[in-house]
């Protein structure tokens, strides 16, 4: 059974920093791109950011680059997400993904996996 398993949110003051963990579970972790979403309440799920393991290659979105940085532990088949700079607009549940083609990591339809999300809270 494939699960993709995050963890590390919390509630963290503005400027603050969290790390969220992603750990995969049944599938060949080299042969996927790990990706990050959010969602806030009452907006759409937004691609943040994502890692091909079989590259190394990553992807920020502009909302997060230079504050977030993404790295991936094949020892543990593991992607973390070290979120850094925090504000009340990062406040959301944040998923983590995994689709075989890296090409298309942040396009929802390609996604071949979710976890179940984490809730991350920035208060000002």
């Known amino acids: 059974e494939v699960q993709l398993v995050e963890s590390g949110g919390g509630l963290v003051q503005a400027g603050g920093s969290l790390l969220l963990s992603c750990g995969t579970y049944?599938?060949?972790?080299?042969?996927?791109?790990i990706g990050w979403w959010r969602q806030a309440p009452g907006k759409e799920r937004e691609h943040i950011s994502c890692?091909?393991?079989?590259?190394?290659?990553?992807h920020y979105a502009d909302s997060v680059k230079g504050r977030f940085t993404i790295t991936s532990d094949h020892a543990w088949n593991t992607v973390y997400l070290q979120m850094s700079s925090l504000k009340p607009e990062d406040t959301a549940v944040y998923y983590c993904?995994?689709?075989?083609?890296?090409?298309?990591?942040?396009?929802?339809?390609?996604?071949?996996?979710w976890g179940q999300g984490t809730q991350v809270s920035v208060s000002s």
């Open positions: 049944g599938i060949t972790f080299a042969d996927y791109a």
């Open positions: 993904s995994a689709a075989r083609e890296a090409s298309m990591c942040g396009w929802a339809p390609a996604v071949d996996y």
């Open positions: 890692i091909s393991n079989k590259d190394g290659s990553k």
